[in-house]
């Protein structure tokens, strides 16, 4: 494992964590969450509706986070372990105001049946481990966006899904959405094929929509933090002075989860993102980026040895090109090598503003070359081949060798994407660019791949529970 | 010292980017009981403008953009306009703006941003701050007689208020009126077009000269 930081580094991070949050503490507009602090026995200042948090609460709730967590899919081969310096990459983060048309190449805005076709390539790109999304719907009545996105989401693919859905009310019709595919809440618990993105606003505050913390942690389904405080603007102008931000945000969002339910499944994120400094647009592409998101978040999960949630595969670029792909590469690269366990917006543009489903399948070629580099060199006396190297001789081949042919394929990895032919066989083949390529894949799984149905009754009852929610939803905002 | 190096001072001390620089500048030419109107359009608007250039050039970035608008924010609190009540005088302003985050949405940087970018630009803004519902907007154009409203949203899910505010003037018939700007991440020239919102501007440089486009002054 890469490791950036030394352990007494991570531990003046942490000393400057417990500083920041007795002496200056964080903000909520909640009083539900100013409460369960004050229970808990923090200091409060119900005026200014602040919360100092003594050291002793943050280490108890450090010590009750569960140093592992499973995340589910509805079909359990699709299973994974949150732990130590296992990682897994995702489709997508929280909904985008865009897509790239895989037909056109054009930005526009997405509607709920892309939302559905995304999820669609996450569940048939085999990198993909689990499922956010790279479109929002913007055909449904805003109130209810993101009752239609999870709808979207859970119907097209077995995958475990992230999703974030901001405020109690959101987190509990998320909930029951997710209790309905798996068959009750207990079965949920058993099984979460749900994990909520939680994220508090930086800097040093917890805002209402994090209410939805409470409602999960009270469930006791997966919760994954995502303070995103910026060097420079909402975070202090260095990089570590970031890094002491977002991890007052997530140490305050894991103390509260604990005094909520001790024991809860909560994923560390303390995220240090970058600023372009002339239009204040957060660089999903920037160096700082990976080594803020990546390399300081891993080092302090690791500290804590709690499983985290970071950033990899996304793309600044605009477009699906040769810069998207090397950003894309640095950042997953980094967040892999430093032991990120769940890694996530694959298929992002533009900084997060656009979706591509292109970009989602270069990024799975790219995140497949990251696993060969993850699993290293192996290396036994089989393996240097000695007696092999005596049989064969000078001047011979070992090209049909068996030993050749009990290791070469799990020694090589062969691209299922990005071109290593001759450059006559490319020219003969049409000189196709990477993004044709990609695009051309996609439409082969758009049209080729269906994803294991939900069952017919759940999912009537799951689109009967979108229809009853956005009807309630819809008649809030007209009162 | 005569006038034009007390302006100059003025206009270093911005470009210096030091709060305390150009609170001492003011105050010393105002001490010389030098007209405060003609210390901001000699001094305070000259260095801003510069400022403004350069960050437009890409030779300055947003701190220096914010650092120099807050700085002058402080002295025309605290010195300037109490200066200006004092003698009964007023500075002209070429326009009034209504401005703040829509409801539902707590991100308020960029609006911050733009406000003192108006302010600074000479327009007379009234920031109403976040999570404010649409109906609000809207009371406090009709209550000070604003040209312009100015409503930001980063989420998705906010930026119907966007529309809402634009329905709403409709509504009341103050469409024509008032003009409605748009801005925030998820915000477009193409959204703006679809609310009927009459501008949008990707950055506050921008947003002024939308803001000025709109009300016919000349840049």
Redesign the interface.
């Known amino acids: 494992m890469l490791e950036f930081l030394r352990k007494e580094d991570a531990r003046d991070i942490h000393i400057a964590t417990l500083e920041t949050l007795e002496r200056t503490g964080i903000h909520t507009d909640s009083d539900r969450i100013l409460n369960i602090f004050k229970e808990g026995g923090a200091d409060i200042d119900s005026k200014k509706k602040t919360v100092r948090i003594p050291e002793y609460l943050i280490s108890e709730a450090l010590r009750k986070t569960p140093k592992k967590i499973i995340l589910c899919g509805r079909d359990p081969k699709h299973d994974f372990l949150l732990e130590g310096s296992r990682v897994y990459f995702g489709l997508g983060g929280t909904p985008v105001p865009f897509i790239r048309d895989v037909v056109s190449g054009e930005n526009r805005r997405p509607a709920k049946s892309d939302v559905g076709e995304c999820s669609r390539i996450g569940d048939a790109l085999p990198n993909m481990y689990y499922l956010m999304t790279i479109a929002g719907a913007f055909d449904v009545p805003w109130e209810a966006e993101y009752l239609h996105e999870l709808e979207a989401i859970l119907s097209n693919s077995e995958k475990p899904v992230v999703f974030a859905s901001p405020g109690a009310d959101g987190a509990r019709r998320m909930l029951d959405m997710a209790a309905t595919v798996v068959g009750g809440m207990k079965e949920l618990r058993r099984r979460p094929i749900v994990c909520l993105y939680g994220e508090p606003a930086s800097p040093l505050t917890l805002p209402k929509a994090n209410e939805n913390m409470i409602e999960f942690a009270e469930a006791r389904i997966p919760i994954t933090l995502g303070p995103m405080p910026m060097v420079g603007s909402t975070g202090p102008g260095t990089l570590v002075g970031t890094e002491v931000t977002a991890n007052s945000e997530n140490l305050a969002a894991i103390t509260m989860v604990q005094l909520v339910n001790p024991g809860a499944p909560i994923i560390y994120a303390g995220w240090v993102c970058s600023m372009d400094p002339r239009s204040g647009i957060c660089t999903y592409g920037a160096p700082e980026f990976a080594l803020g998101t990546g390399a300081l978040n891993a080092a302090m999960a690791h500290y804590y040895d709690l499983p985290c949630f970071s950033f990899g595969g996304a793309a600044g670029s605009n477009a699906p090109d040769a810069q998207a792909g090397a950003e894309i590469m640095m950042n997953g690269l980094i967040a892999a090598l430093t032991g990120t366990n769940l890694v996530h917006d694959c298929g992002y543009l533009s900084n997060g503003m656009v979706g591509s489903i292109e970009m989602a399948v270069i990024a799975n070629e790219v995140v497949g070359i990251i696993y060969r580099i993850l699993k290293g060199i192996r290396i036994d006396d089989d393996m240097l081949a000695t007696e092999v190297l005596s049989e064969v001789g000078p001047g011979g081949h070992f090209l049909s060798h068996k030993h050749t042919f009990k290791y070469l394929l799990s020694e090589i990895y062969i691209p299922q994407l990005f071109d290593i032919s001759s450059p006559e066989s490319w020219v003969k083949a049409g000189r196709k660019e990477i993004h044709e390529k990609a695009r051309e894949q996609a439409m082969k799984i758009l049209k080729e791949h269906e994803p294991t149905q939900l069952p017919k009754d759940v999912q009537k009852r799951l689109s009967e529970i979108v229809k009853q929610g956005e009807k309630e939803l819809v008649k809030k905002t007209q009162q | 010292m005569p006038f034009e190096a007390v302006f100059e001072e003025l206009v270093n001390a911005i470009m210096s980017f030091d709060a305390e620089k150009v609170y001492e500048s003011t105050k010393k030419a105002l001490d010389k009981e030098i007209n405060p109107v003609e210390i901001v359009q000699k001094g305070i608007t000259k260095g801003l403008r510069i400022v403004g250039d350069k960050?437009s050039k890409?030779e300055f970035?947003?701190?220096h953009l914010v650092a120099a608008g807050e700085a002058v924010k402080k002295v025309m609190d605290e010195l300037i306009n109490p200066e200006l009540e004092k003698r009964a005088a007023k500075l002209e302003s070429i326009g009034k703006v209504v401005i703040g985050t829509v409801e539902g949405d707590?991100?308020d940087?960029?609006k911050n941003?733009v406000a003192s970018m108006l302010v600074t630009a000479g327009f007379e803004v009234y920031d109403i701050g976040k999570d404010i519902p649409s109906a609000e907007f809207v009371k406090k154009a009709r209550e000070v007689d604003a040209d312009i409203i100015g409503a930001s949203a980063l989420l998705?899910?906010t930026?119907?208020a966007q529309r809402e505010i634009v329905e709403l003037l409709r509504k009341e018939g103050l469409k024509d009126k008032i003009k409605v700007m748009v801005g925030g991440?998820?915000a477009t020239e193409e959204w703006a077009k679809e609310i009927g919102a009459d501008g949008y501007a990707?950055?506050a440089i921008e947003a002024v000269n939308v803001a000025k486009k709109l009300l016919k002054i000349e840049p």
């Open positions: 960050f890409g970035f947003l701190m707590i991100h940087i960029g941003i998705s899910t930026m119907p991440a998820p990707e950055n």
